[in-house]
C-alpha cells in the first residue's frame, strides 16, 4: 500500500513493500511514467530485503496554463 502527499507539483509517496524486488518494480514505474520530471528514492529504502518501509519523492511536469 501506499499513501500521497501533494504539496504543489511535488509528490511524496509513502508505503510498505513486500520485498524489494517489487518496490524496484514500482520505482521503475514511476521513472517510466511520462508525467514526472524526477523521481526521488532514498537509499535508506533499501535497508530490509521485505516488508520494506519506503518514500519516494516526485517531481511533476508543469501543464501548460
Do not use: C, H, Y
Amino acid at each position: 500500500w501506499a499513501t500521497p502527499v501533494t504539496i504543489n507539483k511535488n509528490i511524496e509517496v509513502r508505503g510498505v513493500a513486500d520485498n524489494r524486488e517489487t518496490f524496484l518494480a514500482f520505482v521503475r514505474k514511476l521513472e517510466s511514467e511520462g508525467s514526472f520530471t524526477k523521481v526521488n528514492v532514498p537509499v535508506s529504502n533499501f535497508l530490509s530485503d521485505t516488508n520494506l518501509n519506503f518514500s519516494v519523492q516526485i517531481s511533476a511536469k508543469q501543464t501548460p496554463k
